[in-house]
């Protein structure tokens, strides 16, 4: 069994906070594994998140203590562009993720920051769109997209930069039904491909495609037992 993510008692309490919003968090998360977070708002899930990519502590401050390994490796020992790139989020927002005049333009921006060689971003360019199923977008504007295809173009954008591990921050709550499904196919296919794939979620209907739930309640993770 590969391990993508190990958490051991991780704690953290934003800066100027009083209390510890993660008070022993331990987790495992197999390598190929689907694994939705939910919670009651304001219960820590992002925060849990932020923790594994660096978000947190190289951009929000606080206090942190604990062990976050990723594939093996302590967080606190990686490189941070390394860091976030093998570990992507999608946010729930589309409109503040993307800002590209065009869809490609928007899925080749990370990888050019990267200096990847142009023939390389092509070729990604190429398998995300097919990928997402958006390949006839491929010169759109994504303002004038659904708000599903725009979330597509979101995750587009962040599979460009070949992340092993992917999160989904409540990425489906502003979708319709159509863009969730379509969202869905995408995970199950990132699945087969070996990607591990963590979701926060709000809508238990779209917890079908995981393949373990845990509750984040009171700083700790729990089973969960159908209710929040
Ligand atoms: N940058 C920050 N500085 C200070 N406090 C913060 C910051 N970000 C979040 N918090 C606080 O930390 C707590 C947990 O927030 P977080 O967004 O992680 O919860 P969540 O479970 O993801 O909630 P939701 O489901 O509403 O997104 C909240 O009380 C929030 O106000």
Redesign the pocket.
Known sequence: MILAVEIENLKFK????KDF?LKGINLKVEKGEVLAIV??????????C?SLNGIIPNV?DGDLDGIVKVFGENIKDMDKSKLMSAIGVVFQDPDTQLFSPTVEDEIAFGPENLCVPREEIGRRIDQVLKLTGIEKYRRENPNNLSGGEKQLVALGAVLSLEPKILVF??AMAQVDDNGKKRIKGVIKKLKEDGKTIIM?E?DFNNLDIADRVVL?KDGKLHKFEGEL
């Open positions: 934003y800066k100027g906070q919003i919670g009651l708002s304001g219960n820590g899930k992002s925060t849990l932020y929000f921050d409540e926060i709000h984040l």
